[in-house]
C-alpha cells in the first residue's frame, strides 16, 4: 500500500471527526511502518504506554491488519472495546467480522474499483491517440461492528451495521 493511500485515509478519518462536530483530540490514527498484525499489537504497548489522561478513546487504523493487532493487544491487556477504546479499520478484509470483538470497518466496493480500473486500462490502450484521462471517485462504506459502537441495531430493523458509537450525542 502506498503512502499516499495511507495519507489519504488517515485525512479522511480526521476530516470526518471533525465533520461530526467532534475534537480530533481522542483519536489516534494509526499508521506504522508495517502495516500488519504484529505492528498493530506494537501500537497498542504505546497506547497503553501513556499516561491515563492522555490515551485516546478512540482509533482509525490505516487498514484492517493493523486494526486488528490493535484489538488482539487491547483484548490481552484487559482494555474494554469499545467502552474504553473505540477501534475501526480499513478494508473491511474477511476476519474484521470475526474477531472476538467484531471490527468496525471502512469498506470499498472492491469489485467496482476492479472493473472500473480495469475499463479504464483497455480505454487507454485502444484510444492511444484520443484517450482524456479521468478521475474517478468511489464513495467507501463505514461497516460499524461491535469494536466501535456500544448498541447495534438488530438485523430485523433494516438497519444492520448501524449502531450508535460511544460518545454520540443522542
Same mark, same amino acid.
Given at each position: 500500500?502506498?503512502?499516499?493511500?495511507?495519507?489519504?485515509?488517515?485525512?479522511? =478519518?480526521?476530516?470526518?471527526?471533525?465533520?461530526?462536530? #467532534?475534537?480530533?483530540?481522542?483519536?489516534?490514527?494509526?499508521?506504522?511502518?508495517?502495516?500488519?498484525?504484529?505492528?498493530?499489537?506494537?501500537?497498542?504497548?504505546?497506547?497503553?504506554? $501513556?499516561? #491515563?489522561?492522555? #490515551?485516546?478513546?478512540?482509533?482509525?487504523?490505516?487498514?484492517?491488519?493493523?486494526?486488528?493487532?490493535?484489538?488482539?493487544?487491547?483484548?490481552?491487556?484487559?482494555?474494554?472495546?469499545?467502552?474504553?477504546?473505540?477501534?475501526?479499520?480499513?478494508?473491511?478484509?474477511?476476519?474484521?467480522?470475526? =474477531?472476538?470483538?467484531?471490527?468496525?470497518?471502512? #469498506?470499498?466496493?472492491?469489485?467496482?474499483?476492479?472493473?472500473?480500473?480495469?475499463?479504464? $486500462?483497455?480505454?487507454?490502450?485502444?484510444?492511444?491517440?484520443?484517450?482524456?484521462?479521468?478521475?474517478? $471517485?468511489?464513495?467507501?462504506?463505514?461497516?460499524?461492528?461491535?469494536?466501535?459502537?456500544?448498541?447495534?441495531?438488530?438485523?430485523?430493523?433494516?438497519?444492520?451495521?448501524?449502531?450508535?458509537?460511544?460518545?454520540?450525542?443522542?
Amino acid at each position: 500500500m502506498s503512502t499516499v493511500q495511507v495519507a489519504d485515509r488517515l485525512l479522511g =478519518a480526521r476530516t470526518a471527526v471533525e465533520s461530526a462536530g #467532534r475534537s480530533p483530540d481522542g483519536l489516534a490514527v494509526l499508521t506504522t511502518d508495517g502495516l500488519n498484525v504484529a505492528e498493530g499489537q506494537r501500537a497498542g504497548e504505546r497506547l497503553l504506554g $501513556l499516561p #491515563r489522561a492522555r #490515551r485516546p478513546t478512540a482509533a482509525f487504523c490505516a487498514n484492517d491488519l493493523l486494526a486488528l493487532g490493535l484489538l488482539q493487544q487491547m483484548t490481552r491487556m484487559g482494555v474494554n472495546v469499545p467502552v474504553d477504546l473505540a477501534i475501526v479499520g480499513y478494508d473491511d478484509i474477511e476476519f474484521a467480522g470475526a =474477531a472476538a470483538v467484531p471490527l468496525s470497518s471502512v #469498506r470499498q466496493p472492491r469489485q467496482l474499483l476492479g472493473r472500473t480500473a480495469a475499463e479504464l $486500462l483497455l480505454a487507454e490502450s485502444d484510444e492511444r491517440d484520443q484517450h482524456v484521462h479521468r478521475q474517478v $471517485l468511489f464513495h467507501p462504506e463505514l461497516v460499524v461492528r461491535t469494536s466501535s459502537a456500544t448498541e447495534v441495531a438488530p438485523a430485523s430493523t433494516g438497519l444492520r451495521g448501524r449502531g450508535r458509537a460511544r460518545g454520540s450525542k443522542e
